[in-house]
């Protein structure tokens, strides 16, 4: 998909429910998937899902500091 030119957004490494998983923890499992793209195929993601697409107005906040837009769309 990336080869093909598609934008592969971050959907996090354990995919834990951001609702359900501490800020700290979800800011780990999204680096941890970013560092894994990075060594693997070069890619660096701008676009976030969360999980099972629940959210909060924390984890919203907490993607814009890390610089990740949230794709709230099914």
Do not use: C, W
């Not at 629940?54 to 990740?68: I, N, R, Y």
């Amino acid at each position: 998909m990336i080869y093909d030119g598609h934008t592969i957004g971050n959907h996090t490494y354990k995919h834990k429910s951001f609702i359900e998983t501490s800020l700290s923890d979800i800011v780990e499992d999204v680096l941890l998937f970013e560092e894994y793209m990075h060594q693997e195929y070069h890619y660096h993601m701008n676009y976030v899902r969360p999980p099972k697409g629940e959210f909060t107005e924390q984890t919203l906040a907490l993607m814009q500091q890390l610089q990740l837009k949230t794709d709230l769309n099914s």
